[in-house]
């Protein structure tokens, strides 16, 4: 009997084990925040609109279903769309919309400086831009501690080690928005996406098989810093609070003692690769991004018209 309860005992705590570190569920349906469908129910200007795309693998939308990336939401319903988010897309509130997709996976915010900006035309004299970027993840996940920490591939680096890095992105993210904005002389608006954190505020990337690294979470708190603090002191940056959003739906999304725990969804957000996101992922950053722009466009637009 003892031997029984043992064994028992032993198998029921490596289930748990596996369960609980190991299991991540994605689950189905609709992702992430409701959206109101009271701002759609009319154009937010005549105004041709350029929505354009800058920086990295999410919004590219690598790893999504065709049709399924955050930006290409943006646009347009796919059809297969979720009933609570049919007709809830720009092109339904901007008559005269384009869309211009620059980032590329893989980009760090140095080649997003170098090499997306100078693809951006300047435009017209009526044409609005609406910029949608993610950067800085790669910044500091690459190269996953196979070779030492460098600027634009940090995985690894003390926070000290890091100093220079972190101001230098600083510098690269207000370039990056001067950049943009002086193509578009009859304005533009960004909404700016922070980093999420795929371990769920917990800091071990070692579970998901990578080696440890035990200052990666102030590395991504010093680089959401600046991308706050860029939103906070520029009038027509917006920030997305990814980081936040995320949070519970990473490599931990089943452990329900953590704070980070979403009861009402208790489901893994991110791709295979651990980078980007999963289908349901960018539903629920679309949802974010549509928030963010549904408070912010219509009474600026209106302004503006």
């Known amino acids: 009997m003892w031997l029984l309860a043992l064994g028992l005992a032993a198998i029921g705590s490596t289930l748990f084990y596996v369960y609980f570190w190991y299991s991540r569920p994605v689950g189905e349906g609709p992702a992430g925040p409701a959206v109101s469908a009271e701002k759609f129910e009319y154009n937010w200007t005549d105004r041709p609109v350029l929505l354009v795309g800058i920086g990295d693998s999410v919004t590219h939308g690598y790893g999504s279903s065709p049709g399924k990336g955050f930006f290409a939401r943006l646009v347009k319903n796919p059809p297969d769309e979720f009933a609570d988010m049919r007709e809830k897309s720009l092109s339904h509130v901007f008559p005269n919309l384009t869309d211009l997709n620059l980032s590329k996976p893989a980009t760090n915010s140095l080649e997003c400086l170098e090499r997306q900006i100078p693809e951006l035309k300047k435009q017209d004299e009526d044409t609005f831009g609406i910029i949608v970027m993610t950067t800085g993840g790669n910044d500091i996940i690459h190269d996953y501690g196979r070779t030492p920490p460098r600027e634009g591939a940090m995985y690894g680096a003390t926070f000290e080690q890091a100093q220079p ?14 950049g943009i904005q002086a193509k578009f002389p009859a304005g533009c608006v960004f909404f700016i996406a922070n980093i999420y954190d795929p371990t769920d505020d917990v800091g071990d990337a ?40 995320f949070l519970g739906h990473g490599i931990h999304c089943v452990q329900f003692w953590r704070k980070s725990y979403d009861k009402r969804d208790p489901h893994y ?14 539903d629920a950053l679309r949802r974010m991004f549509l928030n963010e722009m549904a408070r912010v466009l219509p009474s600026l637009l209106e302004d503006g018209d």
Do not use: C, Q, S
């Open 269 to 282: 957000w991110y791709w295979e690769n651990l980078e980007d996101p999963n289908d349901r992922g960018y």
């Open 206 to 245: 070692t579970t998901a098989g990578f080696p440890a690294w035990p200052d990666a979470l102030k590395i991504i708190r010093a680089y959401n810093e600046v991308i706050a603090h860029t939103a906070e002191n520029r009038k027509n940056v917006e920030l997305v609070d990814m980081h936040a959003g």
């Open 165 to 178: 890095w972190i101001a230098n992105f600083k510098t690269r993210l207000d370039a990056i928005i001067d």
